[in-house]
Nanobody, 126 residues
Framework: QVQLVESGGGSVQPGGSLRLSCVLS????????VAWFRQAPGKQREGVAG????????HVVDAVLGRFTISQDNAKRTVFLQIDSLQPEDTANYYC???????????????????WGQGAQVTVSS
């Protein structure tokens, strides 16, 4: 069983930055795919970035490309989401999740993304 714990959320002003962290534990080897999702109030959950833990290959969706960066520290079994130029529409609960196949785990369906963290709230307002 894989556990994921997010941290780094908070309240920031528009234009600011945050770095979210996701620490993986509970399995000898990390799942091949780790992804970040977000869900804003009243909206569907969406995958925003994913990483192949084997070699660090990443994918960031077009809507946030250039502002969101996903990376990893394998030694610490941690995946990061750097968010720059934050905008009010980035306000959401951000989750990390993991599954066996990259980039399929970015779809978020239970068969391909069985492991989820508890979420970290990001609020962007002035």
């Amino acid at each position: 069983q894989v556990q994921l714990v997010e941290s780094g959320g908070g309240s920031v002003q528009p234009g600011g930055s945050l770095r979210l962290s996701c620490v993986l534990s509970g399995a000898t080897k990390s799942p091949s795919c780790v992804a970040w999702f977000r869900q804003a109030p009243g909206k569907q959950r969406e995958g925003v970035a994913g990483i192949y833990t084997g070699d660090g290959t990443t994918h960031v969706v077009d809507a946030v490309l250039g502002r969101f960066t996903i990376s990893q520290d394998n030694a610490k079994r941690t995946v990061f989401l750097q968010i720059d130029s934050l905008q009010p529409e980035d306000t959401a609960n951000y989750y990390c999740a993991a599954g066996p196949r990259f980039p399929v785990c970015m779809l978020g369906n239970p068969a391909e993304t069985p492991y989820w963290g508890q979420g970290a709230q990001v609020t962007v307002s002035s």
